[in-house]
């Protein structure tokens, strides 16, 4: 079973910019779905952008303009390059893989956003 590691996490001011990273145990090039989430204290996790084997993407309105979700076969990782980062965004972010007919997780990685 693939295991997903995040980093690239930390501490930013407002308007800042983070690039996350997910770097998978296994060959991501046939994996159809792979993507991010996010959860912040109190809220559910919510989907922030996900990108398919054709990369194809999609993003949550509020990160659409400022959140590109990219992945590089040849290493095995998803990126994500977060831009203009609001404290809106502070959350754990977490990598999935959508593999049927299962999906998984990574531990997480923290964003925090400071005003």
């Known amino acids: 079973q693939v295991q997903l590691v995040e980093s690239g996490g930390g501490l930013v001011q407002a308007g800042g910019s983070l690039r996350l990273s997910c770097a998978a145990s296994?060959?991501?090039?046939?994996?159809?779905?792979m993507g991010w989430y996010r959860q912040a204290p109190g809220k559910q996790r919510e989907e922030v952008a996900i990108?398919?084997?054709?990369?194809?993407?999609r993003y949550a309105d509020s990160v659409k303009g400022r959140f590109t979700i990219s992945r590089d076969n040849a290493k095995n990782t998803v990126y994500l390059q977060m831009n203009s980062l609001e404290p809106e965004d502070t959350a754990v972010y977490y990598c999935?893989?959508?593999?049927?007919?299962?999906?998984?997780w990574g531990q997480g990685t923290q964003v925090t956003v400071s005003s």
């Open positions: 990108i398919t084997r054709r990369d194809i993407t």
């Open positions: 296994e060959s991501i090039f046939s994996i159809n779905i």
């Open positions: 999935y893989a959508n593999i049927v007919p299962r999906v998984y």
